[in-house]
Structures are given as C-alpha cells and as structure tokens.
C-alpha cells in the first residue's frame, strides 16, 4: 500500500455506519458513512442530529435505509475514487428499491456542486458543509423529485447551538468542533475551496458541551480545526476580550482535571509559546502535538505557501521539547510535491529524523483541480518517482516509530481505558497522554471502561505499548 498512512488513529478514509439505540421509533431511517478528516466524522455527528429532529434513525444497515447519505473528501484523487465506487454502488441500490435517496454531503459535494446530480446521475441529493441546517428542506425536495442542491459556503455557520449525536461512539472520547474553513491557502490543498473561510465557534458552547460531554461519563475530548492555532473568537458585549486558542484550552482543561484534552490540528507558523506553556502547566491536556511539516526543503515549502522554513519548523520542534521534554511530535509528509528533487526529498528526510516523530500520515502528491499548485505550478514528479520516495520516507518513519515505541520500555505511563484491545477480552486498550495505544491484562482488577490506570510498559511492537497493571 503506498499511499500510506501508518497508525492512522484519524480514521481517515475509512467507512462507518453509526449505531442506532432503537432506529424503529422513528419514523424513517437514515443511513451515513463518511470519509476523510476527524472534521468529517465530526460533521456526520450533527447531520445526525438535524436528521433526528426530523424524524429520521440511524441504521447501521444501508439496505434498510431511506435516506443513505455519503460524507465525503477531495483531499486527494484516491479519495475521490473510493467514494464514486461507493455512490454507484448506492446508486445500484437505488434502482432495486425505488423511493430511497441518496444524498452527498461533505467536500466533494462542494468541489462538484451539482456534477454528480446532473451529469452523472448518481445521486438526488447534494448538500455542501456549511448547508446541513437546510437538509430537512432539501429531503423534501428530493421527495417530490425535484433536484436538492445547497452547497453555499458561509462566513459565520459553526453549527455551535446543535447538540451532535454521537456515532459510533466508545462512550469515552469524542470530537469536539471548535473552528470551521481555513485560511491558509496551502498551494498544494483543496480544503480552502470545499470548507470556506475560517471562522471560530463561540467558546462558551464548546465549553458547555465538553462539560455536558464530561458529565455522560465521556473522559476525552478532541478539540478539532484545520488550524486550531489560529482559533479567536470576540464574544458579544462591549468590555468582551477575545479568546485565543490557549485561553480556550485552559477553559476546556478546568472542566474537570478528570477529562483529558487533546486537539489537532496545529499549523508550524501559528503555535504559540502560550500554547505550550498552558499545556504544560495541566496535565489532563494530553502531551502530543500534530505538526505537519509536508516537506524539510525551505525551497519546496515556500513553493507550499506553508509560510515557515525549514529552520524555522527546526526551532518550533526545539521549544516544545524544551518546554514539555515527554511531548510526543506527529506530522503528514507529502513527497513529490512539483519540482521536488532528490535533494529536496533528503532535506524531508532528515527533517523527520531530526523530529523524531511518533507517527507521520504520509502522501505523494495529488494535484487537486482549482488549486494554486495546480494553477501555477508543472506536476512534473513522475509517478513512480513519487512512489519511490513515499516509499522511503514510510521506512524512515517505521524505523523511528519502532525506536519510540521501544523507548518506552520501562516507563510507567497514565492510561485511559477504552475497551477490550482488538485481540483478546481478556485484555484492555487506552491510549497513554502521547496518545501511544496502551494493551495490558485485565486481571483481577476491578477496573471498568473510562478508568484511569497506571500501566508499566515491558514490550512494544511498532504500533503498541504492552504493559502490565502497576499498584
Ligand atoms: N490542516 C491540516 C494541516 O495544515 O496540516 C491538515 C490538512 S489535510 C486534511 C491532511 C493532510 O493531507 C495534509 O497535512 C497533507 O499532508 C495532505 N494533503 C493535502 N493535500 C494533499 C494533496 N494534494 N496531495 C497529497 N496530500 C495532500
Ligand atoms: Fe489545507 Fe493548509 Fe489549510 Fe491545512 S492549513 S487545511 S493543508 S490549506
Ligand atoms: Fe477531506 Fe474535506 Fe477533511 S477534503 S480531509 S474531508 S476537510
């Protein structure tokens, strides 16, 4: 598999169907898988909820479905593929049980706007990210056979007053939306175009809902944003003083010392000292930091519009390890990105060694219609040169995930447990403040889902802790 992505905890690309209490008291069930970022299985969490004010339940089963709906991502063509297999298949579905609608929602329905209603016929619905309020309407639409498209883009829609439904949900850790859109313009990516304008959620309703969160018995919370250190937000009122993203986190971190923190993702050139000494001073703010680099060449960087250097990503990595020694760094990697050369794609290399990430997300580039890069720039990297190199930097980070992981041997870390681990029910799994997963033998502790527990690691494979309860 070379499009890799090693430990991939974001979920991304992978399908879900959410669980359903008891879908029979509703009048009509809806079925949804999404794809992509955390923001899109967060996003999913309050479509749910708009359909379940209008009468709709969740079924994990497609067949059973009225409604099946697709959230989807652009991010890269590969992407895109999965989920046109994915659509004709519904569509297939469709013809043999008329009177089911399909819809897309999410960031191809963006980037297409009416194309796959239209031209292509696979579905009746289309709805963009900021226009899930207007889902009820367009279902009407739809009913009556006429075509429901919404893809408006907003400068102010944070879904802040909707309660999500949580999908899939462990019971213990959650996403939590703190910002929407981007305005990075990184040459290379297509979020600015399918997610609009960045624009902050009030903090109060982030607040109350990890409270709300926390007092259901949840022990995690995920503050989500493409940027999340860019996140301000002005409250209403004349003496108000906005919110930074290091005064958001500590309001979040003191609804209970009992309810981790963590938050992804931040951006090189926005992270603030603030940040990190905030995360310092509570320790139920999670000791992990996502720090994309995308490339180690200044040149190409520049290229990117990621706005930092080299040195300058060298230095941010200094401080948060000056400032939290135990903090673990992860990073997205992009390799043949236009122009890049053998010399670039070593400068990446050795970024990363320098780093010592934890676990990277790693890509060759796709060239994304619409996009600075594919305006300006010549995507001249051959394929299998893209490839190659992918292939390099997943064997680079494999080595140095394996040699993080082995560090660990000996240490006692705080784990949270979120259920038995994937192998045995005899074993539990959680994640440790780095967010590293955590196996260990139940025994005849009396320990439940959503406990706290301090765990020795004594082995570690390249992906997992393997410990043993400590006293
Ligand atoms: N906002 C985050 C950031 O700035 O890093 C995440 C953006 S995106 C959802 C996740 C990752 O996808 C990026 O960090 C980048 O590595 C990768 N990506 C984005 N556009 C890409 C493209 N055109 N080709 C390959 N990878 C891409
Ligand atoms: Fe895309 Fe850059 Fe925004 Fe991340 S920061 S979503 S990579 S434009
Ligand atoms: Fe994909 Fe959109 Fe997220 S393009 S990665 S679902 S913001």
Redesign the pocket.
Known sequence: MLEAKIQDESRQGEAFAPFAADPNTYAKKFYIESYG?AMNFSDSEIVASILQEKGFGATRNSEEADLILVNTCS??EKAEQTVRKRLTEFRKLKDARPGTLVGVLGCMAERLKSKLLEEEKLVDMVVGPDAYRTLPGLIEEAESGQKAVNVLLSREETYADIAPVRLDSNGITAFVSIMRG?N?M?S????PFTRGRERSRDAQSIVAECRELFEKGYKEVTLLG??VDSYYFTPEGKNEKPITFAELLEMVALVSPELRVRFS?S?PKDITDDVLHTMAKYENICKCIHL?V?SGSSRILQLMNRTYTREWYIAKVNRIREIMPDCSITS???TGFCSETEDDHLETISIMEYSKYDIS?M??????PGTLAHRRYEDDVPLEVKKRRLAEVVEVQNRLSKESYRNDIGKTFKVLIEGNSKRSEHDWAGRNSQNKVVVFPKGNHAYQKGDYVMVKVKDATQATLLGDIVA
């Open positions: 970022c991010i890269r981007c990075n990184c290379f990516c297509v979020v493409q940027n993702t951006h994309p995308q997205d990697v992009i997300y890509y060759f580039y796709s060239v994304r």
